[in-house]
């Protein structure tokens, strides 16, 4: 098959996939969607991007308690509980949960040690100040409840981060290098948001929402202002499938929340309570973690009325990373000079270029912008003119992303290849970012170096 003929597939089983009614079973769409990216599949655009050396073949059972169940052979591993999707292999249009990023505080937790994830047991209790009536719901409940499905990219709050170090000579950021492939798009079952307020019948003073796991660890949850989840209700909820399936362990089985186009954790896994009040809740994710900190961020206004579960006022340093930004990628790996460390099983030494052979080259990438979805997406190679990328369909809009691609006729030498996606609102995406000590949300225009031989 043709990489035209498997596009033109890819987007009529999108289309198809929309039509189908909210109750019913998209397997069929995702088992085709496989089924055709296994015919179809094309070698990476560069020699060596492969899955890690030595690793497990798929299926194989883990000889010991592993901190993460799912096979990581597609990933690349940036710590004990946090995978990384090999950007430079991303092909299709949805990605498998083979190659979904991972990214936990904690080790996954299992059935046997939390009984509560067992569907049988799991119930979530919704209560607070904020609500006429708190409820309890159980598994059996929510999946009879009426849902919604929804395909939208999840990324991690830190994917990027390694451009501080790398682009703008930011060493005093920390935390994990990510490179750029913490980010898959998937499609999410759920029960909105505006089901369960209906259910528990929403105070007019409701100010927020604390989603709370405690499951994988004692201090996981994280707050969303009620007016952030009032001004689309019907898009965040209460997931139980992904990409047409049950959700697995490392991706908060059986209940998650999804948030789309907000950073992977206000998307919290194993969700067991949420708590609505007429006040503001402070926890580690949204103070010590997920938290804009540097000299270009004010810290939120505290009223004595807030809640702190494990934090105190002096935590509160800098606003809660909330909407991810605009961002485009090539299919190439980064070149990694700067940076703290390197994963183990990445493609490139360090300092080490990418290669490709000279000629004719077909250039392939992402964009996405989740807030109001991409409009264009440009390219320049060398520091000359932006020109214009060609944007493959489907292009489903807002929470969802788009691949593109441009030719190049690649000569022999070093190189440099930039991208930057344009929103529907016109907003560009920004050659740098200010400094932030966690190193969030990176969206820099990325300078991708290539050596052409």
């Given at each position: 098959?043709?990489?035209?003929?498997?596009?033109?597939?890819?987007?009529?089983?999108?289309?198809?996939?929309?039509?189908?009614?909210?109750?019913?079973?998209?397997?069929?769409?995702?088992?085709?969607?496989?089924?055709?990216?296994?015919?179809?599949?094309?070698?990476?655009?560069?020699?060596?991007?492969?899955?890690?050396?030595?690793?497990?073949?798929?299926?194989?059972?883990?000889?010991a308690?592993?901190?993460?169940?799912?096979?990581?052979?597609?990933?690349?591993?940036?710590?004990?509980?946090?995978?990384?999707?090999?950007?430079?292999?991303?092909?299709?249009?949805?990605?498998?949960?083979?190659?979904?990023?991972?990214?936990?505080?904690?080790?996954?937790?299992?059935?046997?040690?939390?009984?509560?994830?067992?569907?049988?047991?799991?119930?979530?209790?919704?209560?607070?100040?904020?609500?006429?009536?708190?409820?309890?719901?159980?598994?059996?409940?929510?999946?009879?409840?009426p849902?919604?499905?929804?395909?939208?990219?999840?990324e991690?709050?830190?994917?990027?981060?390694?451009?501080?170090?790398e682009q703008?000579?930011?060493?005093?950021?920390?935390?994990?290098?990510?490179?750029?492939?913490?980010?898959?798009q998937?499609?999410?079952?759920?029960?909105?948001?505006?089901?369960?307020?209906?259910?528990?019948?929403?105070?007019?003073?409701?100010?927020?929402?604390?989603?709370?796991?405690?499951?994988?660890?004692?201090?996981?949850?994280?707050?969303m202002?009620?007016?952030?989840?009032?001004?689309?209700?019907?898009?965040?909820?209460?997931?139980?499938?992904?990409?047409?399936?049950?959700?697995?362990?490392?991706?908060?089985?059986?209940?998650?929340?999804?948030?789309?186009?907000?950073?992977?954790?206000?998307?919290?896994?194993?969700?067991?309570?949420?708590?609505?009040?007429?006040?503001?809740?402070?926890?580690?994710?949204?103070?010590?973690?997920?938290?804009?900190i540097?000299?270009?961020?004010?810290?939120?206004?505290?009223?004595?009325?807030?809640?702190?579960?494990?934090?105190?006022?002096?935590?509160?340093?800098?606003?809660?990373?909330?909407?991810?930004?605009?961002?485009?990628?090539?299919?190439?790996?980064?070149?990694?000079?700067?940076?703290?460390?390197?994963?183990?099983?990445?493609?490139?030494?360090?300092?080490?270029?990418?290669?490709?052979?000279?000629?004719?080259?077909?250039?392939?990438?992402?964009?996405?912008a989740?807030?109001?979805?991409?409009?264009?997406?440009?390219?320049?190679?060398?520091?000359?003119?932006?020109?214009?990328?060609?944007?493959?369909?489907?292009?489903?809009?807002?929470?969802?992303?788009?691949?593109?691609?441009?030719?190049?006729?690649?000569?022999?030498?070093?190189?440099?290849?930039?991208?930057?996606?344009?929103?529907?609102?016109?907003?560009?995406?920004?050659?740098?970012?200010?400094?932030?000590?966690?190193?969030?949300?990176?969206?820099?225009?990325?300078?991708?170096?290539?050596?052409?031989?």
């Amino acid at each position: 098959m043709s990489i035209k003929k498997q596009q033109q597939e890819e987007t009529k089983l999108v289309q198809e996939a929309l039509k189908i009614g909210p109750q019913a079973d998209r397997r069929r769409f995702f088992v085709s969607a496989a089924a055709i990216g296994a015919a179809t599949a094309v070698a990476p655009l560069f020699a060596g991007a492969q899955s890690a050396p030595g690793a497990a073949p798929a299926g194989a059972a883990p000889a010991a308690r592993k901190a993460l169940l799912k096979n990581d052979s597609r990933l690349l591993n940036i710590g004990a509980t946090v995978r990384s999707g090999n950007y430079w292999d991303f092909t299709t249009y949805m990605t498998p949960v083979e190659e979904f990023y991972v990214r936990n505080h904690y080790p996954t937790p299992m059935v046997e040690q939390k009984p509560i994830l067992d569907p049988k047991n799991w119930k979530m209790k919704v209560h607070g100040n904020a609500v006429d009536r708190s409820i309890d719901i159980t598994y059996d409940d929510l999946i009879k409840m009426p849902s919604r499905t929804i395909i939208a990219t999840m990324e991690c709050h830190g994917n990027g981060r390694s451009l501080f170090w790398e682009q703008q000579d930011q060493m005093k950021v920390a935390g994990g290098n990510w490179v750029l492939g913490a980010v898959g798009q998937a499609e999410w079952q759920y029960v909105s948001l505006s089901h369960i307020f209906g259910l528990v019948g929403l105070k007019k003073d409701a100010k927020s929402a604390l989603f709370w796991s405690g499951v994988d660890g004692s201090d996981m949850g994280r707050p969303m202002p009620m007016s952030d989840i009032l001004s689309r209700p019907n898009d965040i909820g209460i997931c139980y499938k992904m990409n047409g399936n049950d959700l697995t362990a490392d991706h908060g089985a059986p209940v998650r929340l999804v948030v789309p186009g907000w950073g992977g954790t206000a998307s919290i896994k194993w969700l067991t309570d949420i708590k609505i009040d007429n006040f503001n809740h402070w926890v580690r994710l949204n103070t010590r973690g997920e938290a804009y900190i540097g000299p270009d961020y004010q810290a939120p206004v505290i009223a004595s009325t807030d809640e702190f579960i494990g934090v105190t006022p002096e935590d509160v340093k800098g606003p809660m990373v909330a909407w991810m930004p605009i961002k485009s990628i090539i299919t190439v790996p980064l070149v990694l000079e700067k940076s703290p460390s390197i994963p183990a099983n990445y493609p490139l030494k360090r300092g080490e270029l990418p290669k490709l052979n000279a000629g004719p080259q077909l250039i392939k990438g992402y964009a996405w912008a989740p807030q109001y979805g991409i409009r264009h997406v440009e390219y320049r190679i060398d520091n000359g003119s932006w020109q214009r990328a060609a944007i493959m369909q489907p292009n489903l809009g807002r929470y969802t992303w788009v691949r593109f691609d441009f030719p190049w006729n690649a000569t022999a030498g070093n190189h440099v290849i930039e991208t930057r996606g344009i929103d529907m609102r016109g907003n560009i995406q920004p050659e740098t970012v200010p400094f932030n000590q966690l190193g969030m949300a990176n969206n820099a225009i990325v300078k991708f170096k290539i050596q052409v031989v």
